[in-house]
């Protein structure tokens, strides 16, 4: 029996991870929406990313020329790029594992309804 055949009566009570292995429209809403919750969580960390780096150069620009020395652009410039940045990718990457993690969860627990 094809898919066409399928009557929507026939459809109705089927339990969602098989309404994903057969390729269904709800299952395939099913999935776009995990995939679609993870393209979310994936640029909201790439926008914490990007503002900071975009940031930076006018930041930088706008310092003071120092002779040298702590307070000096070149110094501000490598301390927060060689020091401060590692710890936002830390953060970030904690975060977005923990995020994945939980919208897998979440999807695992709507599709296991047996």
Known sequence: MTRSSHRPEQQR???P???IDDQTTLGSSYLSSLIRTQ?????????LLAVPSAILPLV?????KGTGGWGSQAAVG?????????????AL???Y?????????AFARLVDTD
Request: proline share 4%; net charge positive; hydrophobic share 55%.
């Open 13 to 15: 009570g089927r339990a």
């Open 17 to 19: 991870r098989v309404e």
């Open 39 to 47: 393209i979310r969580t994936a640029l909201v960390v790439l926008i």
């Open 60 to 64: 930088l620009a706008h310092l003071p």
């Open 78 to 90: 490598w301390l927060t790029l060689g020091v401060a940045a590692y710890p936002l990718l830390v």
């Open 93 to 95: 990457g904690w975060w």
């Open 97 to 105: 594992v923990r995020q994945v993690d939980e919208n897998e969860r």
